[in-house]
């Protein structure tokens, strides 16, 4: 088994520069030609990249709603404390 690893690591070290060249452009050009890579990656947009972004979208909406009510709320609880405590502050001066 490591024979073979070593077999195929001495072989392909001995393929000159432009052999590597020329298998990169070939395997590109039988990529692009004989596969339908364009349907592919719209294939890839469609079901990956528009679900993540309609979470995203879905999400920023609920987690911008949920922070308004949240700090409305607050707000709310401080004002209602703050009358009440005058009111009392109020009945003790008089």
């Known amino acids: 088994m490591a024979d073979k ?5 001495v072989d392909l070290g001995q393929i000159p520069w432009w052999g590597k060249i020329l298998a990169g452009v070939l395997g590109g050009v039988v990529l ?14 469609y079901v990956l990249c528009v679900p993540v972004m309609l979470f995203t979208a879905f999400g920023l909406v609920s987690s911008g709603t949920l922070e308004g009510m949240t ?3 607050s707000s709310t609880a401080q004002e209602i404390n703050r009358r009440v ?4 502050n109020a009945a003790k001066a008089a």
């Open 5 to 9: 690893a070593e077999k195929t690591k």
């Open 32 to 45: 692009v030609k004989y596969t339908p890579i364009l349907e592919c990656l719209t294939l890839f947009f």
């Open 71 to 73: 700090r409305g709320w």
């Open 85 to 88: 405590n005058a009111k009392i």
